[in-house]
């Protein structure tokens, strides 16, 4: 079945049309902590729970990168509840979590061929992402730590059914949070336009991203404007749409044992190399994927440049002060450059247009000397 995507300030009246459409006896609530109250997600929720009175079970209790322990706690209180539908309300972790919970539910990995194999019907699942960064609302795919290593869960039955991106309940998000998860989008969609698997279909809906988020992300976190924070609640949708074909390349590659070892938020992990890869992605000299069209891949380069307005600027310098200027600077702790090069996610660094040789890695992890 298709997804269904609803979005704007009106989406709410979608998510309560929806979830009365389904008629659950019993919910399962997958939800943030703080945030879900804070944002005004909780008032939401009981307001539709009393219209259909139907009982609640919540699962908040995990840590802010799942956890593969996290998530087999949360399956089990899943069938303990007996709920005939999931809600997912909140960040990038509470999506991602909702989606695995529903698909471990059904699904089952054969030891042998490795392969999903589906054991009962899936439940239905509505999420509503209260941060706007990881589009996680609208991929088929789900991360989990385990060991602190990064697994990426992927199969159509990951999906939500529904998505609902409703932008005010990203507008109480710490200037941080806005800029990490901001950030994260942006990437997204560069990331996906400059991306080995890029389609026209990917490509679209990257520049749809990357034209909502580049100006918008700024004013969104220093001038509080509602109408620029709408606007990188729409890009990160569309961003995430975007990866959602593409998948993510080297800055993402590169982010993860930061975020597992390091405990840096995951947007902020990924700004560390950016730069570097947004000048060399597009260096001439580089050594290309066989895969890559080149000179369609340096049209590419133009089309950035005249969209953010790089003139002559050094391209990784231009990105590093826009880092800056979110709030996104460096922290001041010590990492250990061999361990972070050992611990490269290789799966997403093969979706990187220049390939990446231990040289590359090196010269990425340069700023850490």
Request: charged fraction near 20%; hydrophobic fraction near 40%.
């Amino acid at each position: 079945m298709e997804q269904q995507v609803y979005m704007g300030k009106n989406a709410l009246e979608h998510f309560a049309n929806s979830v009365q459409m389904i008629n659950p006896k019993e919910i399962f609530l997958v939800r943030g902590k703080k945030s879900f109250e804070l944002c005004g997600a909780k008032k939401v929720v009981d307001s539709i729970v009393d219209a259909i009175q139907c009982h609640v079970t919540e699962f908040w209790d995990f840590a802010e990168n799942p956890t593969f322990e996290d998530m087999q706690k949360g399956l089990q209180l899943l069938k303990k509840s007996h709920a005939d539908m999931i809600i997912g309300i909140g960040g990038g972790s509470v999506m991602d979590m909702s989606k695995l919970i529903r698909f471990f539910y059904s699904f089952s990995e054969d030891n042998i061929t490795k392969e999903y194999i589906q054991q009962s019907d899936l439940l239905s699942l509505i999420v509503l992402p209260t941060t706007a960064g990881t589009g996680s609302e609208v991929t088929h795919f789900a991360v989990v730590y385990k060991d602190k290593i990064k697994y990426s869960i992927t199969h159509a039955a990951v999906l939500p059914d529904i998505a609902i991106v409703y932008p005010p309940f990203t507008y109480t998000n710490s200037n941080y949070l806005a800029a990490c998860a901001g950030f994260d989008a942006l990437a997204h969609s560069i990331e996906a336009y400059w991306n080995v698997n890029a389609t026209d279909e990917s490509d679209e809906y990257a520049l749809k991203a990357l034209t909502l988020l580049w100006s918008n992300l700024p004013d969104a976190i220093h001038k509080q404007i509602e109408e620029a924070k709408d606007n990188v609640s729409e890009g990160s949708h569309w961003a995430g749409k975007a990866i959602n074909i593409t998948r993510t390349t080297a800055p993402h590659a590169m982010s993860y044992v930061f975020t597992a070892h390091y405990h840096i938020p995951h947007g902020r992990a990924v700004s560390f190399t950016f730069p570097y890869f947004f000048k060399e992605n597009f260096n001439k000299t580089a050594v290309f994927h066989p895969g890559i069209n080149i000179e369609k891949h340096f049209a590419k380069r133009e089309t950035l440049a005249k969209l953010l307005h790089i003139g002559q600027q050094d391209p990784e310098i231009f990105m590093q002060k826009y880092i800056n200027n979110l709030g996104l600077t460096f922290p001041l702790q010590t990492f250990d450059i061999d361990f972070i090069a050992r611990n490269i996610n290789m799966e997403r660094a093969a979706n990187n247009p220049v390939l990446i040789s231990e040289s590359i890695k090196r010269k990425a992890l340069s700023f850490l000397s």
